[in-house]
C-alpha cells in the first residue's frame, strides 16, 4: 500500500482487532453489508486473513484473477479435507457451525486427482441424463402446488413458503424419493442449512438417504438416484449415500437463495420493478451482485506457498469469494462491456458446478410461474427492513414478505397444508402408513 494512501477504516462491527487481526465473517453486521467488509478486505491485497466462525480460522481470496488461479491450480491447491491442519491439531471446535459444510465426506467435492475425476464423472454423465421437458413438467407442478397454498391469502413470505420449499420437491422428484423418505430428506436438509438441531438434522438426512440407496438397489427406477448407481464407476454404498447426499444438500441450499435473491432483485430493483425486465436478465445480474453462495470452495496448499502476497501454510484453510471477485474492479470493465456471465458465481475448474444449466431452468421456471399467477406481487415492507441470513458462506435473505391481489387455487379451492387426503401407495413405493403430513407427502397427493 502506497505510503499516502490512508489506512482503511474496518466497516461498523468489523473488530479485526479482536480476533488476531482477522475480519469476521459472521454474525448480522457482515450479512448485513458484506460488500463493505469485501471493500475493506481489498486493501490487504488479492487475499485476506478471516475468521469464519468462532475459532475457525482461513485465508479468504477476493481477487477474481487469483481465484480463477487457485481454482484451475488443482495441483497446488488440493480439496481433500483431510488436509485441513488447524482441524488435525485440534484447534477446532467440535461443535461449530462450518463443520457440517468442511469435515470430509467420500464424495467427489472432497476428491483429488483420478479420484475426483471417477466420482464427478459419476455424478455428470447422470445428471446429464435429466430430460429438460421432465424438468419443466416437474417445477411448474411444484410451483403450481406450492402456491396454491397461499393464493386466496393475498400475502406470503417468498422465502419460506417457496423459494425454500421448491427446490427440496423438484430434488425429491428429480432422485426419486418415495413420500416416508423424501419427507425425513426436507426434514434433514432444512434443519441442517437452517442451524436448527443440525447434528440430528444431518443424521436424519443421512439415515433417509441411506435408506434411498437400499431402495434403489432392489427396485431402481428411471432417476437419478438409479442411474448414479448404474454407472460404470461403480459407486459404493458409502458413496452413494454421500453424493446423494451432497446433490440433494449442496444443490437445495444454493437453489433456494438463488431463487429468493432473484425474486429479491425484481421486487426492489426499478430497473424490473417497473420497466419489466427479463427473468433472465435478472438473474444473471443476481448471480454478479448477490451470488447464492457467496464465499466457499475450501482448498488446502498441498505444500507451503506464496499465493496472492501471502505466505500460506500447507493445510491451511483457503476459501474463494465469489463475491468479492464478482464485485471487484478487474471484473467491471468486461460487464459493462456486455460479458454478463463471467462471474464466478457456479466456481471455475475442475470443481465447478455440475448442475449451473438445471439450476438456471429451475430458477427462471420458478419465478415465470409465480409471476403468471400472481402479476401484481410486490414486496410488503420497506427494502431497508429485510434481513439477510448470518453465516461465512451463503448470501440468503431471512424472509421476503411479499402481498398481492388473492386469486383462486388451480383446483378452484384452496388445499390445508395438514390434512392431506389418503391416497393408495404406487406400486413401487414401499407401502405408507395410514396417515402422514409431512410436505413431500401432502404434495404426492395433491398430484394424484
Same mark, same amino acid.
Given at each position: 500500500m502506497?505510503?499516502? =494512501?490512508?489506512?482503511?477504516?474496518?466497516?461498523?462491527?468489523?473488530?479485526?482487532? !479482536?480476533?488476531?487481526?482477522? #475480519?469476521? &465473517?459472521?454474525?448480522? $453486521?457482515?450479512?448485513?453489508?458484506?460488500?463493505?467488509?469485501?471493500?475493506?478486505m481489498r486493501h490487504y491485497g488479492p487475499t485476506a486473513p478471516v475468521e469464519i466462525a468462532p475459532g475457525v480460522e482461513a485465508t479468504l481470496v477476493t481477487d477474481y484473477q487469483a481465484a480463477l488461479q487457485l481454482l484451475q491450480d488443482s495441483g497446488t491447491f488440493r480439496k481433500d479435507a483431510r488436509r485441513w491442519q488447524a482441524f488435525r491439531e485440534g484447534k477446532v471446535p =467440535?461443535?461449530?457451525?462450518? &463443520?457440517? @459444510? +468442511?469435515?470430509?465426506?467420500?464424495?467427489?467435492?472432497?476428491?483429488?486427482?483420478? $479420484?475426483? @475425476?471417477?466420482l464427478r464423472q459419476a455424478v455428470t454423465d447422470s445428471l446429464a441424463r435429466v430430460d429438460v421437458r421432465r424438468l419443466s413438467r416437474s417445477t411448474e407442478q411444484i410451483a403450481t402446488y406450492l402456491i396454491d397454498q397461499f393464493a386466496a391469502r393475498g400475502s406470503v413470505d417468498l422465502l419460506g413458503d417457496y423459494a425454500k420449499q421448491l427446490p427440496l420437491f423438484v430434488f425429491n422428484e428429480l432422485f426419486g424419493c418415495p413420500a416416508d423418505i423424501g419427507d425425513r430428506v426436507l426434514f434433514g436438509i432444512s434443519g441442517m442449512?437452517? !442451524? #436448527?438441531?443440525?447434528?440430528?438434522? =444431518?443424521?436424519? @438426512?443421512?439415515?433417509?438417504?441411506? $435408506? @434411498?440407496?437400499?431402495?434403489?438397489?432392489?427396485?431402481? !427406477?428411471?432417476?437419478?438416484?438409479?442411474? +448414479?448407481?448404474?454407472?460404470?464407476?461403480a459407486l459404493t454404498d458409502e458413496e452413494l449415500t454421500h453424493h446423494l447426499a451432497l446433490l440433494l444438500g449442496a444443490g437445495a441450499e444454493p437453489l433456494r437463495n438463488l431463487i429468493g435473491n432473484t425474486l429479491h432483485r425484481l421486487l426492489t430493483d426499478d430497473r424490473y420493478a417497473k420497466e419489466g425486465g427479463l427473468i433472465d436478465e435478472a438473474l444473471d445480474d443476481t448471480l454478479w451482485d448477490n451470488p447464492p453462495m457467496a464465499n466457499?470452495?475450501?482448498?488446502?496448499?498441498a505444500t507451503d506457498v506464496e499465493f496472492g502476497g501471502r505466505l500460506l501454510e500447507a493445510g491451511e484453510l483457503v476459501l474463494v469469494s465469489f463475491a468479492a471477485a464478482n464485485s471487484g474492479p478487474a471484473l467491471a470493465a468486461s460487464r459493462q462491456a456486455g460479458s454478463n456471465r463471467a462471474h464466478l458465481a457456479w466456481s471455475a475448474g475442475p470443481h465447478a458446478c455440475p448442475s449451473k444449466e438445471p439450476a438456471r431452468h429451475i430458477t427462471v421456471t420458478a419465478v415465470e410461474k409465480l409471476l403468471n399467477r400472481l402479476p401484481d406481487i410486490e414486496l410488503a415492507i420497506p427494502e431497508d427492513s429485510l434481513t439477510w441470513r448470518s453465516g461465512p458462506f451463503h448470501r440468503a435473505l431471512v424472509a421476503l414478505p411479499a402481498r398481492f391481489t388473492p386469486v383462486r387455487s388451480s383446483t378452484g379451492t384452496v388445499p390445508s397444508p395438514t390434512a392431506a387426503p389418503a391416497a393408495p401407495a404406487r406400486p413401487e413405493q414401499t407401502p405408507r402408513k395410514p396417515e402422514r403430513t409431512g410436505l413431500w407427502s401432502q404434495f404426492l397427493n395433491w398430484l394424484r
Amino acid at each position: 500500500m502506497d505510503a499516502h =494512501t490512508p489506512a482503511p477504516v474496518p466497516p461498523p462491527g468489523c473488530p479485526a482487532h !479482536g480476533s488476531g487481526g482477522r #475480519v469476521p &465473517l459472521y454474525g448480522p $453486521e457482515f450479512a448485513a453489508d458484506p460488500q463493505a467488509y469485501y471493500a475493506f478486505m481489498r486493501h490487504y491485497g488479492p487475499t485476506a486473513p478471516v475468521e469464519i466462525a468462532p475459532g475457525v480460522e482461513a485465508t479468504l481470496v477476493t481477487d477474481y484473477q487469483a481465484a480463477l488461479q487457485l481454482l484451475q491450480d488443482s495441483g497446488t491447491f488440493r480439496k481433500d479435507a483431510r488436509r485441513w491442519q488447524a482441524f488435525r491439531e485440534g484447534k477446532v471446535p =467440535t461443535d461449530s457451525p462450518v &463443520l457440517p @459444510l +468442511l469435515a470430509y465426506r467420500p464424495n467427489c467435492m472432497f476428491a483429488d486427482g483420478a $479420484e475426483h @475425476l471417477r466420482l464427478r464423472q459419476a455424478v455428470t454423465d447422470s445428471l446429464a441424463r435429466v430430460d429438460v421437458r421432465r424438468l419443466s413438467r416437474s417445477t411448474e407442478q411444484i410451483a403450481t402446488y406450492l402456491i396454491d397454498q397461499f393464493a386466496a391469502r393475498g400475502s406470503v413470505d417468498l422465502l419460506g413458503d417457496y423459494a425454500k420449499q421448491l427446490p427440496l420437491f423438484v430434488f425429491n422428484e428429480l432422485f426419486g424419493c418415495p413420500a416416508d423418505i423424501g419427507d425425513r430428506v426436507l426434514f434433514g436438509i432444512s434443519g441442517m442449512f437452517d !442451524g #436448527v438441531n443440525a447434528e440430528k438434522a =444431518t443424521e436424519v @438426512l443421512f439415515q433417509a438417504v441411506g $435408506e @434411498l440407496v437400499a431402495l434403489k438397489r432392489s427396485k431402481p !427406477g428411471d432417476d437419478v438416484s438409479s442411474w +448414479l448407481m448404474q454407472h460404470r464407476s461403480a459407486l459404493t454404498d458409502e458413496e452413494l449415500t454421500h453424493h446423494l447426499a451432497l446433490l440433494l444438500g449442496a444443490g437445495a441450499e444454493p437453489l433456494r437463495n438463488l431463487i429468493g435473491n432473484t425474486l429479491h432483485r425484481l421486487l426492489t430493483d426499478d430497473r424490473y420493478a417497473k420497466e419489466g425486465g427479463l427473468i433472465d436478465e435478472a438473474l444473471d445480474d443476481t448471480l454478479w451482485d448477490n451470488p447464492p453462495m457467496a464465499n466457499y470452495a475450501p482448498h488446502y496448499p498441498a505444500t507451503d506457498v506464496e499465493f496472492g502476497g501471502r505466505l500460506l501454510e500447507a493445510g491451511e484453510l483457503v476459501l474463494v469469494s465469489f463475491a468479492a471477485a464478482n464485485s471487484g474492479p478487474a471484473l467491471a470493465a468486461s460487464r459493462q462491456a456486455g460479458s454478463n456471465r463471467a462471474h464466478l458465481a457456479w466456481s471455475a475448474g475442475p470443481h465447478a458446478c455440475p448442475s449451473k444449466e438445471p439450476a438456471r431452468h429451475i430458477t427462471v421456471t420458478a419465478v415465470e410461474k409465480l409471476l403468471n399467477r400472481l402479476p401484481d406481487i410486490e414486496l410488503a415492507i420497506p427494502e431497508d427492513s429485510l434481513t439477510w441470513r448470518s453465516g461465512p458462506f451463503h448470501r440468503a435473505l431471512v424472509a421476503l414478505p411479499a402481498r398481492f391481489t388473492p386469486v383462486r387455487s388451480s383446483t378452484g379451492t384452496v388445499p390445508s397444508p395438514t390434512a392431506a387426503p389418503a391416497a393408495p401407495a404406487r406400486p413401487e413405493q414401499t407401502p405408507r402408513k395410514p396417515e402422514r403430513t409431512g410436505l413431500w407427502s401432502q404434495f404426492l397427493n395433491w398430484l394424484r
